[in-house]
Antibody, heavy 119, light 109 residues
Framework: EVQLVESGGGLVNPGGSLRLSCEAS????????MTWVRQAPGKGLEWVGRIKSKADGGTTDYAAPVKGRFTISRDDSTNTVYLQMNSLKTEDTAVYYC??????????WGQGTLVTVSS | EIVLTQSPGTLSLSPGERATLSCRASQSINSNYLAWYQQKPGQAPRLLIF???SRATGIPDRFSGSGSGTDFSLTIRRLEPEDFAVYYCQQCGSSPLYTFGQGTKLEIK
């Protein structure tokens, strides 16, 4: 069974940093493209970024609001994908979901982790 | 950037009724790139439909997707109590790579 478990969320001051983790199981992780999506309280879904498998180059892409501040990486030895968030703003407050990509859609989702940016 | 507009914003129906949710793209998209998700309160989204009309694993056949070009729809044939949730359409494009509609809330009448 595919499982994605996010962790690392919490309260952080504006301008601060936080690293989220997503541990995967139940599939061949090193072949998978992974993505992060966020959802502000009471709002819709917003794509954050994507990382390809190493076999496909391991490259990353980001949404404009987070480009230059957020970095996605992966550790295939531990089946984990990370989201490093720097220079956090209050508008980054959201539940962050990691998801396994399948072609053009998001096949499986984790349960999410809440990030609150506030002083 | 392709914008997805979902309608209606809220749909009030009774169990047993048929629901039709719409997703309109600001420009024509490849049907392979259109998906639908269901999200219940406090839960992560769940994939329902991909490639505009293919059901994901384990999704009941009362859910169906259709459409092409700029107009897509999700139909739920006979609403069950567990179907009342928020539904999102999503497309895969160029920049940004993935965009979502604003969602349709399906509520019990």
């Amino acid at each position: 069974e595919v499982q994605l478990v996010e962790s690392g969320g919490g309260l952080v001051n504006p301008g601060g940093s936080l690293r989220l983790s997503c541990e995967a199981s139940g599939f061949i992780f090193n072949n998978a493209w992974m993505t992060w999506v966020r959802q502000a309280p009471g709002k819709g879904l917003e794509w954050v970024g994507r990382i390809k498998s190493k076999a496909d180059g391991g490259t990353t892409d980001y949404a404009a609001p987070v480009k230059g501040r957020f970095t996605i990486s992966r550790d295939d030895s531990t089946n984990t994908v990370y989201l490093q968030m720097n220079s956090l703003k209050t508008e980054d407050t959201a539940v962050y979901y990691c998801s396994k990509l399948a072609f053009y859609h998001l096949e499986r989702w984790g349960q999410g982790t809440l990030v609150t940016v506030s002083s | 950037e392709i914008v997805l507009t979902q309608s209606p914003g809220t749909l009030s129906l009774s169990p047993g009724e048929r629901a039709t949710l719409s997703c309109r793209a600001s420009q024509s998209i490849n049907s392979n790139y259109l998906a639908w998700y269901q999200q219940k309160p406090g839960q992560a989204p769940r994939l329902l439909i991909f490639g505009a009309s293919s059901r994901a694993t384990g999704i009941p056949d009362r859910f169906s997707g259709s459409g092409s070009g700029t107009d897509f729809s999700l139909t739920i044939r006979r609403l069950e109590p567990e179907d009342f949730a928020v539904y999102y359409c999503q497309q895969c494009g160029s920049s940004p790579l993935y965009t979502f509609g604003q969602g349709t809330k399906l509520e019990i009448k």
